[in-house]
């Protein structure tokens, strides 16, 4: 007898059966003919740095009769594509110049007090220019440059053509030029970037310091961060969503299919839909969305944070235009208003830190590879969420988090609902909104004006319910330090508590408890890492975790708040990282956070052992302070251990101080009479030694030592190693308290990319980079000769002073008829330094022919019209300090027709100042020197020296793969 089977068993079965079949069949998209080229154009960039508001520093930009924004392609002075750029200096992206500068009182300490904004109008411009080649193959093509995030209000061209301006210094942007471009030419990008103004209360930077793509593809194509890719998880199958964007940018309608092909981390294809037919009007887009599975999906996870990738492929008349890659990941998040938070159904407490983006040596110019130091240095501790606070970041560090385990919050700049306000708001999420790391957009940070009214409620309700309308799949938090029962507290679906110490969670909870809740700042202690004494007039702060003052609890008070209360998802560290500006209690001259669990540097601080107790399942024993106390002996000295063992024992010199008993999210304390030698922390579980830490008294240091996070890097350019500096006694112990100054110097395929120690109070030099002096020559006189041979004329010190200043005459034919040839003279002065620099003389023609003379020594003979911009080394015996002299002899140039004009300028003296070599005072026995590839491979080899020290070298291989 046959059973009966109920209908819904058999659905399944049949849905089961297509699924198994769909994966069977799916195959590896062809995307060979995609005519889609994304082009990193980081390398080979000019840079110089114009003025706020003087013009003639500025490269007289928009001061022509019709300015770049009265007539397309009027762009003039540096923002033109003739514009002469030789003189400035050559460098590649991300680039930070505010790093470059000095400290200074009159900077913003909430930035770092570096020589940048309002009060350094000379320093707040940054002029940036690259020329870059088209294939004429490429024309009807859709050309694109991408931004990534300048800071701040870009202004850029192409080839003089004005595209755009973009306020934002976090957002990325993108321009089409497909019209502008000159195709089988060159073509020059113009970018302006004003930091005058800030936009946040910490250090950001200035310039192109994200990366920056050209992107070509077809007129029919895939939307820029057009993807969208969401999953559910049921029975072992992921029902995978994935919606493509399709533009046709084209005149025509055009008609295509698509493919989307779901392939996992070894390549293999595992679901696929076709899509055909599909027809697209000139200049309309569409979304086109398949629903794909995945059977026994590998999620996602902190431990084993599994990719996939969608290939979105564009099909017309059986040829591949367009194919576009999608990372993401399969996983499940839920938010549970008295349990907290789960990840793939599984509860996980939120371990998390704030960060900002910058590091040592580098500002907020990041290479790759320190994103990726910089997460994994957070999960060392235990950390498994990032709060990108305040701003979206560089979308290298969410592929971090995504590559290696750690969610994240996303978080908008500025509150607000304008349009241009929501529309940054879906500028973040369009943009980041496949990465499975993120769990949570931020609407926004301590937006003090409106948190705690009724304004506040609104506004924040209306960004909550707008970003759930772009992205349904992330909880909105926001983060607010006052009102809480009023305000925003009241609407949002996350509420993120700024600092508890002030704030009654439990009474929020029982008023709604529908609501859920994390710390977005919490364990906002200062400390200087390895200073075990506060010194007020060195800013110095002892690394003993403690309360700041009664707003803010103590790390250990902040962390047993959370992990005491299960509906409190968790919490977020103020901070993970230092980062420079906001130097909380002090002000200038220090420049540098103290809030950190690690400094600036990444070198941990003792709080990182604290949470690393609590926050990992390794053991760990760590014994505070260091073991240096010469002077001391015999006064009773502040011992701590973090630790997550059952009981720690205390050994001096090996003698036993007792066993304590560790509490649940504690510590442990002694006091302890100082006596050189050892001190050991022993761990115990059950009575039985598990771990142990111990400091040990130094010798002064003799020898310098270097160490790296990585010996080999990949000679592309981009790559890089982080090296430890330290300074060891004779018998290899580093010594902790050692400051001396080491000067590094580096041979092979590398280079220095900048220097730290985590010394908040340290205004040191990060980055020691040459000076570039440009000496324009602009007052010329001038006298009409004969021929080009006069002698006299052009002499050092001929008297000149009766000769008339050049070009009052117009340069038409009956000027040429009359005049043979000109001599033009002008003075110019050299600083008292000038033999210490590198000079060339970036000659402009000003005649048909011409001879250029300096100081009376001829340094260029019969230069041609057509010879356009000569460069002259200039040999240093050819210039002095003080006045010197120009003298060109040139047969006339003469204008085209009326309208012309003559190029009247000679062109500019360039003094290249060598960089000093890189230093650093190592602080707490501590520095780091980060150094990148310059492309090739080989050895680089980095030297450290020290007086007094022996020096040391460190080898790093840079090879092709
Ligand atoms: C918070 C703020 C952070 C940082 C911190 C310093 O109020 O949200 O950005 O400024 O204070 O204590």
Not at 206 to 226: C, F, M, S
Not at 532 to 539: A, F, K
Not at 642 to 665: A, F, R
Not at 909 to 928: M, T
Request: aromatic residues 12%; neutral net charge; glycine residues 8%.
């Amino acid at each position: 007898m046959l059973t009966k089977i109920p209908f819904f068993k058999i659905f399944y079965f049949l849905i089961l059966f297509l699924i198994i079949s769909a994966n069977s069949i799916a195959q590896l998209p062809n995307v060979s003919g995609s005519k889609r080229e994304h082009i990193s154009i980081d390398n080979d960039w000019r840079f110089a740095l114009g003025h706020a508001y003087d013009v003639s520093k500025d490269f007289y930009y928009g001061t022509g009769g019709f300015s770049y924004l009265a007539k397309t392609g009027y762009g003039d002075g540096a923002a033109s594509a003739e514009f002469d750029d030789r003189g400035w200096r050559k460098l590649d992206l991300p680039h930070d110049w505010a790093v470059e500068q000095s400290f200074s009182p009159k900077g913003s300490f909430s930035h770092g007090s570096k020589a940048i904004g309002r009060n350094f109008p000379e320093a707040s411009v940054g002029w940036y220019r690259k020329t870059f080649a088209i294939p004429a193959s490429d024309l009807g093509k859709h050309i694109s440059i991408a931004f990534d995030g300048v800071f701040r209000n870009s202004i850029v061209w192409v080839n003089g053509h004005f595209l755009g301006t973009e306020p934002s210094g976090y957002h990325g942007f993108e321009y089409n030029i497909s019209e502008y471009l000159n195709y089988g030419g060159n073509n020059v990008i113009a970018v302006r970037a004003d930091v005058t103004m800030e936009e946040g209360w910490f250090y950001e930077g200035a310039g192109i310091y994200r990366h920056v793509w050209l992107n070509k593809t077809d007129q029919l194509h895939i939307l820029p961060e057009g993807t969208f890719v969401t999953t559910t998880v049921k029975d072992n199958v992921a029902g995978v969503t994935a919606t493509s964007a399709i533009s046709n940018d084209s005149e025509k309608p055009r008609s295509f299919d698509i493919t989307q092909t779901i392939i996992d981390d070894k390549g293999k294809a595992l679901a696929a839909k076709n899509t055909t037919g599909v027809v697209l009007k000139p200049f309309a887009a569409k979304d086109i969305k398949s629903l794909l599975n995945v059977s026994n999906p590998k999620l996602w996870s902190l431990d084993m944070p599994c990719l996939y990738q969608l290939i979105t492929t564009v099909e017309e008349n059986g040829i591949v235009l367009d194919s576009y890659v999608t990372t993401f990941g399969i996983r499940t998040i839920r938010f549970d208003a008295n349990e907290g938070f789960f990840l793939n159904g599984e509860h996980v407490k939120i371990q998390g830190t704030n960060n900002h983006q910058d590091h040592a040596g580098v500002g907020v110019a990041l290479p790759d590879g320190l994103q990726e130091f910089r997460i994994r240095t957070l999960k060392g501790m235990g950390c498994n969420a990032y709060r990108c606070s305040h701003n979206p970041p560089t979308p290298e560090l969410l592929d971090a988090c995504d590559r290696l385990g750690m969610l994240v919050i996303d978080e908008n700049r500025l509150m607000g609902t304008t349009s241009t306000q929501l529309n940054d708001l879906k500028r973040m999420i369009t943009r980041d909104r496949n990465h499975p790391s993120i769990i949570s957009w931020s609407i926004g940070n301590e937006e003090w004006a409106i948190e705690g009214n009724i304004k506040g409620a609104r506004i924040a309700a209306t960004m909550q319910a707008f970003a759930k309308s772009v992205d349904s799949t992330r909880y909105i938090t926001a983060a607010i330090s006052g009102g809480i029962g009023w305000g925003i507290s009241t609407v949002i679906d996350v509420l993120g508590y700024n600092y508890v110490a002030t704030k009654n969670t439990d009474e929020q909870h029982k008023k709604y408890p529908d609501q859920f809740s994390w710390g977005t700042e919490e364990g906002s202690t200062v400390a200087s890492r390895g200073i075990y004494e506060n010194d007020p007039d060195r800013h110095q702060l002892a690394a003993y975790d403690r309360k700041q003052n009664d707003f803010f609890y103590s790390l250990e008070q902040g962390w047993k708040h959370y992990a005491s209360r299960p509906y409190l998802a968790g919490m977020f560290i103020w901070t993970g990282f230092d980062y420079r500006g906001e130097p909380t209690p002090f002000g200038w001259p220090s420049v540098g956070s103290y809030f950190g669990m690690v400094d600036a540097c990444g070198f941990p601080k003792d709080d990182y052992y604290y949470l690393k107790s609590w926050w990992t399942k390794q053991t760990v024993v760590h014994i505070l302070p260091h073991w240096n106390w010469q002077g001391k002996e015999g006064q009773e000295i502040r011992v701590c251990t973090y630790s997550n063992c059952d009981e720690v024992e205390l050994l001096l010199n090996k003698k036993s101080l007792g066993k304590k008993t560790m509490e649940q999210n504690g510590h442990l304390e002694w006091q302890v009479k100082y006596q050189p030698g050892t001190l050991q922390a022993v761990g115990y579980n059950k009575g039985i030694k598990v771990g142990s830490d111990m400091v040990k008294t130094t010798l002064p240091p003799v020898q310098v030592k270097l160490s790296a996070n990585r010996k080999a890097i990949r000679a592309d350019k981009k790559d890089m190693a982080i090296i430890t500096v330290e300074a060891d006694d004779k018998n290899n112990l580093r010594v902790p308290t050692a400051q001396n100054e080491a000067t590094f110097s580096i041979t092979g395929p590398g280079k220095i990319l900048g220097v730290g120690n985590g010394d908040p109070t340290s205004l040191e030099a990060d980055k020691y980079v040459e000076r570039i002096d440009l000496v324009h020559i602009d007052t010329l006189k001038e006298k009409f000769v004969d021929d080009l041979n006069p002698k006299a004329e052009v002499a050092e010190h001929y008297n000149d002073s009766k000769w008339q200043n050049a070009f009052m005459d117009t340069r038409d034919d009956e000027f040429g008829r009359k005049v043979k040839a000109i001599v033009y003279r002008a003075g110019f002065n050299m600083p008292a330094d000038v033999a210490a620099a590198t000079a060339t003389f970036f000659s402009k023609n000003i005649g048909t022919v011409q001879n250029i003379f300096i100081n009376g020594k001829e340094i260029g003979h019969q230069i041609k019209v057509a010879d356009l911009n000569t460069d002259f080394k200039l040999d240093a015996s050819l210039l002095h300090p003080g006045n010197n002299t120009l003298a060109i002899v040139a047969t006339p140039l003469l204008k085209a027709n009326i309208w012309a004009s003559v190029n009247t300028d000679p062109g500019l003296i360039q003094l290249v100042y060598p960089p000093a070599p890189y230093k650093r005072k190592l602080f707490s026995g501590y520095a780091q020197v980060i150094v990148q590839s310059t492309g090739q491979p080989g050895t680089i080899v980095l030297k450290a020296s020290s007086p007094g020290l022996k020096s040391s070298a460190f080898e790093i291989t840079a090879a092709e793969k």
